[in-house]
């Protein structure tokens, strides 16, 4: 796990991410899959985005690198991020095809898929791969220096024998393997930020694992910034320091790792606690959170957790949105159980 830095301690992060609104236009109506979502994330820090299937995970780290579904747009919102050069880019105005873009995209923040299948091409090697995503990033780098670059990268994820495995095929690796030589390509271009979006759903339990363990110790040993995106509580516990949990495209709690899991102050996260199997939690029963997360072309009015919360505190929970509630040392949440109630506390519900 990486230095446990407050992502809202008094240092420029390496990415903040403040109110961003998605919205996707449909023949079927509107989809809204990000309601203000902010977040940040400090230069060599890891931080957990949890929430469960459908919540806007994936929504958020593709806005990231702006690679969202079609019609689908940025109607709010910025998203700052540091570059290796020491500019400041707002990635919500950058033009998505732009070769600015496409520098950022892969050479300062990577991405580790779900399914390695989808990142390898299977008509080149995986060195072919490799080396290219070099290329494109380290002009400077000749083909003996790609060589040996692309073989210490396999090696340093674990593929025994990568003078050989390298000139495989991905399908002729194993699929813990081809999750280590994706990990590899996205290590490639020495980026600061890595974006690992359920990486390891895909691979048995034992193989699972060890692939956590290698981004964790990759994370830490390259000092890349890494987030890990989730519906696993579980996962998160062992490899980020600070967690931000989603609920229908909005931050609804965030804080340190031990806080959240030990203080959840917001009905979901305890809910979410209550139902995965942790070590604190092992003797007890699990309890599945009742009802499904809506569909995001029909979210609720006033707090979005009220349809399945079990603790609401009357009708101001279906009348108004919570604001945010700093509860300090970086826990905050957005809970009516947590606010004065106060009718200027209030921000009436905006469907964007
Ligand atoms: N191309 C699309 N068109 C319309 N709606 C979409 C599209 N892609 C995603 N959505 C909707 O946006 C919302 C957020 O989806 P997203 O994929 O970000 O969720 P997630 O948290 O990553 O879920 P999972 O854990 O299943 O990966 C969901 O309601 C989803 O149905
Ligand atoms: S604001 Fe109300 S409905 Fe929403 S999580 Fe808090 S208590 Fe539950
Ligand atoms: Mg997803």
Do not use: W
Request: proline fraction near 6%; charge should be negative; charged fraction near 25%.
């Amino acid at each position: 796990m990486s230095e446990s830095v407050n992502p809202n301690s008094g240092t420029e992060p390496l990415l903040e991410v403040r109110d961003l609104r998605v919205r996707i236009e449909r023949d079927t109506g509107v989809v809204r899959p990000l309601n203000d979502v902010s977040f940040r994330i400090h230069e060599g820090q890891s931080v957990g985005i949890v929430g469960e299937s459908g919540c806007g995970k994936t929504m958020a780290s593709n806005s990231l690198l702006r690679i969202l579904p079609r019609r689908a747009e940025i109607t709010g919102g910025s998203m700052e991020f540091s570059t290796k050069a020491g500019e400041r880019v707002d990635l919500a105005r950058i033009d998505p095809m732009s070769p600015r873009m496409r520098q950022i995209r892969g050479g300062e923040i990577s991405m580790i898929f779900q399914e390695p299948m989808t990142a390898f091409s299977p008509v080149h090697t995986v060195y072919d791969q490799i080396a290219e995503m070099i290329r494109l990033h380290d002009p400077q780098a000749d083909k003996q220096q790609r060589r040996q670059r692309v073989v210490e990268l396999l090696n340093l994820v674990g593929i025994p024998d990568p003078e050989v495995r390298a000139d495989d095929y991905s399908f002729q690796l194993s699929g813990g393997m081809r999750q280590r030589a994706m990990i590899a390509m996205a290590l490639a271009s020495s980026p600061r930020l890595l974006i690992a979006d359920e990486p390891t759903t895909a691979l048995d339990v034992t193989v699972q694992a060890k692939v956590l363990k290698l981004i964790e110790r990759m994370q830490r040993e390259l000092n890349i910034a890494l987030m890990l995106i989730t519906h696993d509580l579980g996962v998160v516990a062992h490899m980020v320091s600070y967690v931000y949990v989603m609920y229908l495209g909005r931050v609804v709690e965030e804080g340190r790792v031990e806080a959240i899991f030990h203080d959840p102050k917001h009905p979901y996260t305890a809910a979410l606690l209550r139902s995965i199997p942790t070590r604190a939690s092992k003797s007890q029963r699990l309890e599945p959170i009742a009802g499904n997360v809506p569909s995001a072309d029909r979210l609720p009015t006033g707090c979005p957790f009220h349809t399945r919360c079990t603790e609401k505190v009357g009708d101001i929970c279906h009348q108004h949105m919570p604001a945010r509630v700093d509860m300090g040392g970086g826990h905050a949440t957005s809970c009516f159980r947590h606010t004065d109630n106060r009718l200027d506390n209030l921000e009436e519900h905006d469907d964007g």
